[in-house]
C-alpha cells in the first residue's frame, strides 16, 4: 500500500516503476491492473499506430508479455511531473535492441495512480547524471 | 479569441492545431507564446533525448524553425483527451521523409491552454478513419 505520506511524484514515479516491473516480469495480470478502468487508455509501441482503448491496449499487451522474443526492458532516469490528479513521467528504456525515450501518463482514479498512456520511441543514450533536474527548478 | 461556449476538447483540439501551425509557418514568436510560462515544459523531438526546460526547448524550435532543411509538417487524425486542467491530444504528424505519431500535452494556464509537452516518434502510417473515435465511448 502507498502511504499516506508519499509525495504525489513519489506515488507516480511508483506507480511508473510498477508498469516496467510488470513488463520485465512478463506479469500480463499486474501490467492490466495498472492500466485505468474508468478513464480512456491509449498507447503507441515503438514504430505502431496509436492503441485506443483497453480491449487494444490489453491485447498488445497480452501479445507483447506472452512473446518470448519481447526483449527485456530496464527503465532509467524517471522524472515525475504532476499537476493536481493527472502525472506524466518521462525516462528512458534500455533494451538489448537499443534505447528509447518514453512519456507515461497517470490518473488517479479511486486514490491510486493509473496508466492512461504509454509512448515510446527510438533515441541515441541515456543523458548522463539526467535524474536530478526537478521540474519546480523551472518553474518563473 | 476561443468562445466561452468552445468545449475543452475542440480548445485543446486548437491549441494543438496552433502548434503545427506555428511549426508549419516557422513562425518561432507563436511557437513561443503556446508553450506554458508557469508550468515546467518538456520535448522530446524523433531521436532526441527529452528536452527538459522552457530555455532549452525554445533553442530546440529556434534551431528547428530556422533550418531551410527542417520538413513540413501536416497535422492528421488529431484526438483530444481531457482530464480536467490537463489534456492531452494524440495526432499523426505526416512529413516528406515519412510519418510520427505523437503525444502533445496542455495546461490551462490564466485560461488559455498551453504546451507542456511534445512527443515524436516513427510510424508506418496514418490510419484511415481515425479521428471519429471518442474517447468517452470507452469509459467503463
Redesign the interface.
Known sequence: MIGGNMSEHAAVNFANEAFYLAFSTRDLEAMDALWA??????C?H?????L???DAVMESWQAILSNPNSPAVDCRNS?A?M????G?V?CYETLDQGIL?A?N?F?REEGTWKM??H?????????EE?GD?D??????
Chains 1, 2 share one sequence.
Do not use: L, N
Open positions: 478502468r474508468q478513464a480512456p487508455v491509449t503507441i515503438p514504430g505502431w499506430s496509436a485506443k482503448g483497453r522524472v511531473h499537476f493536481g490528479d493527472v506524466y518521462i525515450v512519456t501518463i490518473v492512461i498512456h509512448q515510446a520511441g527510438a533515441t541515441e543514450s541515456v543523458p539526467d533536474w521540474p519546480a527548478d523551472t518553474v518563473q
